[in-house]
């Protein structure tokens, strides 16, 4: 192996060493602080390890009325959320990636509007009509407005994706007898996959922290978010770690269930 | 074909399957329109309580266990949301009329621009006689018209607190509780030397602090006996000069802190002005370290802000005859006092301060009391009728900070140009001026 060789192969090891720290270190930081006690975070400098572990205030934090039911709302949302997005948002991309229609363009064009408006401008229109249609202060009201925010991500993706499965292969299902709709689930489906686990990532995140909408359509049965944020932001730095760690674990464990199927995208074999 | 006819198996198993998991699916689905987070349900009979107050955990934690505790006339729904969202909330469901809310709970600028949407409330402080809320308060709840829009709930100030350490830095003849803006200066700069050139004083000028409260309620009015009329007098230009200078002793780090009693606790600084609600853990579990001290003085006066909070039912309150129980029992005295023993909030009521209150919110029991007592005192109130727009407002003070302290740019321009900007706002609102302001009408910078 060449000297110049090596010296690649350890800047792109350094690389991968430095973004994992990139990602890792915020993460641990938040999880040291989040276990530590209150006076020990007044300590300066902070210890980086574990010295004085204490789960008070995340056990205070997870007492805190409504947070139980805040994850089950969350998750609830997160899930109607993904399954809704993608029973809309994967026909669509495959209309997108598979058929020519007049306007195609625009079309794609216009599916980024719903993210072009800021909520903050909705708030009170989407609020009245929820409270009309007497959705108001349900989880359903929650999940329509972030699968509306998530569709446009969902299909984008799924056509991207679409747009790879060869098309002759799908033909060649139905020469073989296949019906469209089975064509689509066993020839096209399996290798669309890894598109439609990132775009059901992308649902899952983007309701999972979705905050202002959820606080505007519910009072008394609010997401995780929507519940502790306000709250957090005013409470002491200890709450706050405790909040963030509460806040991110899920959403971790969600990424790590969808990882296998993401990475297959890129051809890998890693599961 | 054999191949086949198992494939074909294996699809309806799988297809069964999934269509077990769909069935499913869908009552779980229905079953779960979302569960409460609010404590009580909600539902049917209990009080639906929105609040701007008591948003932090341990603050709402005691509060809920106060309701759970004194208040048995009704279930309550402690909801506390930060003020957009309250303002957002009120508006959409009364616009719509779909009321959900019965018990509305915030400081008088959160109630003031829903006046029309709430409910007269004479008969309620009418029947309130014996809880002994003064004139101010109750004129205050009139939001500017003829009939009670809100019940006071409880009032907070701004005071000093100061780690006994500093007290070796006070210069000879500057005695404690009551000084000057230029004996306190003097103060801060000797202790700032004496530090080994490390500021002791901080203020909340953080991105959520409340610093344009020090410039509105405190040093203007103590330099010019005005909040907006003075803005741009040559006496505020001479109290902006003042913070020019005493910036220059204040910890820079003060643009981070947006609740004063971290940095007091983790020993960053030793003196803080601020909320008392944001300064009562400063203390800790040693309060024989701290003095709380009420603001200084200045040429016109001490000029200090009252904070009020008030209980409105909204229009068309599914509960409200619950809810003016629930405003019965907040306003009683032991509530009150328990209120100011567990966050800090000082009641409205002519209720007894108990001798045992916690060490640090006696501290400040006794630097309010002060405060309010001191001969030539000068109360300024939040502005009053502004509204939604109380941001703004409070943004044009916090710019003249910016521009004069951080940036450095001359006072007298720097006063000229906001109070354009001040005027711009004032002129849209027409609002009669408030304390300590002369009760003029239209409100604006001369």
Not at chain 1, 168 to 173: F, H, L, M
Not at chain 1, 264 to 270: A, D, I, K, P
């Given at each position: 192996?060449?000297?110049?060789?090596?010296?690649?192969?350890?800047?792109?090891?350094?690389?991968?060493?430095?973004?994992?720290?990139?990602?890792?270190?915020?993460?641990?930081?938040?999880?040291?602080?989040?276990?530590?006690?209150?006076?020990?975070l007044?300590?300066?400098?902070?210890?980086?390890?574990?010295?004085?572990?204490?789960?008070?205030?995340?056990?205070?934090?997870?007492?805190?009325?409504?947070?139980?039911?805040?994850?089950?709302?969350?998750?609830t949302?997160?899930?109607?959320?993904?399954?809704?997005?993608?029973?809309?948002?994967?026909?669509?991309?495959?209309?997108?990636?598979?058929?020519?229609?007049?306007?195609?363009?625009?079309?794609?064009?216009?599916?980024?509007?719903t993210?072009?408006?800021?909520?903050?401008?909705?708030?009170?229109?989407?609020?009245?009509?929820?409270?009309?249609?007497?959705?108001?202060?349900?989880?359903?009201?929650?999940?329509?407005?972030?699968?509306?925010?998530?569709?446009?991500?969902?299909?984008?993706?799924?056509?991207?994706?679409?747009?790879?499965?060869?098309?002759?292969?799908?033909?060649?299902?139905?020469?073989?007898?296949?019906?469209?709709?089975?064509?689509?689930?066993?020839?096209?489906?399996p290798?669309?996959?890894?598109g439609?686990?990132?775009?059901?990532?992308?649902?899952?995140?983007?309701?999972?922290?979705?905050?202002?909408?959820?606080?505007?359509?519910?009072?008394?049965?609010?997401t995780?978010?929507?519940?502790?944020?306000?709250?957090?932001?005013?409470?002491?730095?200890?709450?706050?770690?405790?909040?963030?760690?509460?806040?991110?674990?899920?959403?971790?464990?969600?990424?790590?269930?969808?990882?296998?199927?993401?990475?297959?995208?890129?051809?890998?074999?890693?599961? | 074909?054999?191949?086949?006819?198992?494939?074909?198996?294996r699809?309806?198993?799988?297809?069964?399957?999934?269509?077990?998991?769909?069935?499913?699916?869908?009552?779980?689905?229905?079953?779960?329109?979302?569960?409460?987070?609010?404590?009580?349900?909600?539902?049917?009979?209990?009080?639906?309580?929105?609040?701007?107050?008591?948003?932090?955990?341990?603050?709402?934690?005691?509060?809920?266990?106060?309701?759970?505790?004194?208040?048995?006339?009704?279930?309550?729904?402690?909801?506390?949301?930060?003020a957009?969202?309250?303002?957002?909330?009120?508006?959409?469901?009364?616009?719509?009329?779909?009321?959900?809310?019965?018990?509305l709970?915030?400081?008088?600028?959160?109630?003031?621009?829903?006046?029309?949407?709430?409910?007269?409330?004479?008969?309620?402080?009418?029947?309130?006689?014996?809880?002994?809320?003064?004139?101010?308060?109750?004129?205050?709840?009139k939001?500017?018209?003829?009939?009670?829009?809100?019940?006071?709930?409880?009032?907070?100030?701004?005071?000093?607190?100061?780690?006994?350490?500093?007290?070796?830095?006070?210069?000879?003849?500057?005695?404690?509780?009551?000084m000057?803006?230029?004996?306190?200066?003097?103060?801060?700069?000797?202790?700032?030397?004496?530090?080994?050139?490390?500021?002791?004083?901080?203020?909340?000028?953080?991105?959520?602090?409340?610093?344009?409260?020090?410039?509105?309620?405190?040093?203007?009015?103590?330099?010019?006996?005005?909040?907006?009329?003075?803005?741009?007098?040559?006496?505020?230009?001479?109290?902006?000069?003042?913070?020019?200078?005493?910036?220059?002793?204040?910890?820079?780090?003060?643009?981070?802190?947006?609740?004063m009693?971290?940095?007091?606790?983790?020993?960053?600084?030793?003196?803080?002005?601020?909320?008392?609600?944001?300064?009562?853990?400063?203390?800790?579990?040693?309060?024989?370290?701290?003095?709380?001290?009420?603001?200084?003085?200045?040429?016109?006066?001490?000029?200090?802000?009252?904070?009020?909070?008030?209980?409105?039912?909204?229009?068309?309150a599914?509960?409200?005859?619950?809810?003016?129980e629930?405003?019965?029992?907040?306003?009683?005295?032991?509530v009150?006092?328990?209120?100011?023993?567990?966050?800090?909030?000082?009641?409205?009521?002519?209720?007894?301060?108990?001798?045992?209150?916690?060490?640090a919110?006696?501290?400040?029991?006794?630097?309010?009391?002060?405060?309010?007592?001191?001969?030539?005192?000068?109360?300024?109130?939040?502005?009053?009728?502004?509204?939604?727009?109380?941001?703004?407002?409070?943004?044009?003070?916090k710019?003249?900070?910016?521009?004069?302290?951080?940036?450095?740019?001359?006072?007298?321009?720097?006063?000229?140009?906001?109070?354009?900007?001040?005027?711009?706002?004032?002129?849209?609102?027409?609002?009669?001026?408030?304390?300590?302001?002369?009760?003029?009408?239209?409100?604006?910078?001369?």
């Amino acid at each position: 192996m060449s000297a110049r060789r090596r010296w690649e192969r350890a800047a792109i090891q350094a690389a991968c060493v430095a973004i994992t720290l990139f990602m890792g270190v915020p993460l641990y930081l938040i999880a040291l602080a989040a276990l530590s006690s209150r006076d020990s975070l007044n300590q300066f400098p902070l210890p980086l390890l574990p010295t004085d572990p204490s789960t008070e205030t995340m056990s205070t934090f997870l007492q805190s009325t409504g947070v139980t039911g805040g994850f089950i709302n969350s998750l609830t949302v997160g899930l109607g959320t993904v399954v809704l997005a993608l029973l809309v948002g994967v026909p669509a991309g495959y209309a997108v990636a598979r058929y020519a229609f007049r306007g195609k363009d625009t079309y794609q064009l216009i599916l980024l509007l719903t993210r072009a408006l800021p909520i903050v401008v909705l708030s009170v229109p989407l609020a009245r009509i929820f409270l009309d249609t007497g959705l108001y202060d349900t989880t359903y009201a929650v999940m329509l407005l972030h699968t509306a925010l998530a569709l446009p991500t969902t299909v984008l993706i799924t056509a991207a994706i679409f747009v790879g499965v060869s098309h002759e292969q799908e033909e060649a299902a139905m020469i073989f007898g296949a019906s469209p709709l089975q064509a689509f689930l066993r020839v096209v489906a399996p290798q669309a996959l890894p598109g439609i686990a990132a775009a059901a990532m992308f649902a899952f995140m983007l309701s999972w922290n979705e905050v202002l909408g959820a606080t505007v359509l519910t009072l008394n049965q609010r997401t995780l978010p929507a519940q502790v944020l306000t709250t957090l932001a005013d409470s002491p730095l200890a709450y706050r770690f405790a909040g963030g760690l509460a806040l991110v674990l899920p959403a971790l464990v969600f990424i790590a269930v969808m990882r296998r199927y993401l990475l297959n995208m890129w051809g890998t074999t890693l599961r | 074909m054999t191949n086949r006819i198992n494939d074909d198996l294996r699809i309806s198993r799988r297809g069964l399957l999934g269509l077990g998991l769909g069935v499913a699916a869908v009552p779980a689905l229905t079953a779960c329109g979302g569960v409460s987070t609010s404590g009580a349900d909600g539902g049917e009979g209990s009080v639906s309580f929105l609040s701007t107050q008591f948003t932090q955990v341990e603050e709402r934690q005691r509060f809920e266990k106060i309701l759970g505790d004194r208040v048995t006339a009704a279930k309550v729904a402690f909801n506390p949301v930060d003020a957009s969202t309250f303002g957002t909330t009120v508006k959409s469901q009364l616009d719509a009329g779909k009321v959900q809310l019965s018990l509305l709970g915030g400081v008088h600028g959160d109630l003031a621009p829903h006046a029309d949407r709430l409910m007269d409330l004479d008969d309620l402080l009418g029947s309130l006689g014996d809880r002994g809320f003064t004139s101010d308060l109750t004129d205050l709840a009139k939001l500017s018209g003829s009939t009670t829009k809100y019940v006071p709930w409880m009032q907070a100030t701004y005071v000093l607190a100061v780690h006994k350490k500093a007290l070796e830095w006070l210069p000879s003849g500057v005695v404690t509780p009551q000084m000057t803006y230029d004996q306190f200066l003097s103060w801060m700069t000797a202790a700032r030397q004496g530090n080994g050139n490390k500021p002791v004083f901080g203020i909340p000028a953080g991105p959520k602090g409340l610093y344009h409260r020090f410039f509105q309620g405190f040093l203007l009015p103590s330099f010019t006996g005005g909040q907006v009329t003075t803005f741009r007098s040559p006496d505020a230009v001479t109290a902006w000069q003042y913070m020019k200078e005493l910036w220059a002793q204040t910890a820079p780090a003060s643009t981070n802190y947006d609740s004063m009693q971290e940095p007091l606790q983790r020993g960053e600084v030793l003196v803080a002005w601020d909320h008392v609600a944001r300064l009562r853990d400063a203390p800790g579990d040693k309060p024989g370290d701290w003095l709380m001290l009420p603001a200084p003085s200045g040429p016109k006066g001490l000029g200090y802000m009252l904070v009020v909070a008030g209980l409105a039912i909204p229009n068309g309150a599914p509960e409200a005859a619950k809810a003016k129980e629930v405003v019965k029992a907040l306003t009683t005295g032991d509530v009150q006092v328990d209120v100011l023993r567990q966050n800090a909030f000082f009641p409205v009521t002519n209720a007894q301060l108990p001798t045992d209150l916690p060490a640090a919110v006696g501290l400040e029991a006794a630097a309010v009391k002060r405060q309010q007592e001191t001969a030539g005192a000068i109360v300024s109130l939040p502005p009053v009728g502004v509204g939604a727009r109380d941001a703004e407002v409070g943004q044009v003070f916090k710019n003249v900070f910016k521009e004069v302290c951080l940036d450095g740019k001359p006072v007298q321009g720097v006063l000229d140009s906001q109070a354009g900007q001040l005027n711009a706002i004032l002129d849209e609102l027409k609002v009669a001026c408030w304390r300590p302001d002369p009760a003029g009408s239209p409100c604006r910078v001369a």
